[in-house]
């Protein structure tokens, strides 16, 4: 399991992450416009670009004939899959998090609920988006836009202003385990090699 982590990682060039890091700002800042959580939408846009190059249809599909050379179940690569897209957030949570203490060095920006907040939503989201990234390449690229365009629309739609803990967040956990136990069915029925 670690070595498709590991290969799914080294997939990734610096280039392509430097390519997209402004258009997480951009996003971030419209999700946010007020400036109140830019810190958290960062981390939340950040981890979803990795996932998204990580899971890229053309580069997916010459790491997976590597990874299946290896003694690996298709159970064992779901599971490194839904691992690393965790891996990714903590990952974008240490870069976010040095680039605003380079803006705000007393981290007042900072606070743990709003954190675990985004780490549920982004358990909820990403619920939605593996099996389509995963299985269904024109859908998978269509499915990030969405979540994208539904993010920044919902401030707008609903009057929400600022993102708050809710208890019923933790279903996300339920919707992460579930999303993987789809995940494992549709790739038994899939021939990959």
Known sequence: MLNVIRLNIRSIKIWEVIMFIPAVFVLAFLASPNFMHPYYMWIFYLTFGLSSISLNPKKHEKVQRTIFSLPITKKEYIGAIYLLVVIWFFLATI????????????????????????????????????????????????????????????????????????????????????????STKIIKGKDIS
């Open 95 to 182: 870069v976010t998090t040095f680039i605003a203490f380079m803006i705000d060095r007393e981290m007042e920006f900072f606070t743990f609920e709003l954190w675990i907040t985004m780490f549920f939503l982004f358990l909820f989201f990403s619920s939605i988006y593996l099996p389509f990234g995963m299985f269904f390449k024109r859908a998978g690229m269509i499915i990030p836009i969405a979540l994208i365009t539904f993010i920044i629309t919902i401030r707008e739609t609903s009057g929400i202003s600022e993102i708050h803990f809710h208890p019923i967040l933790f279903i996300a956990i339920i919707l992460f385990g579930l999303s993987y136990f789809l």
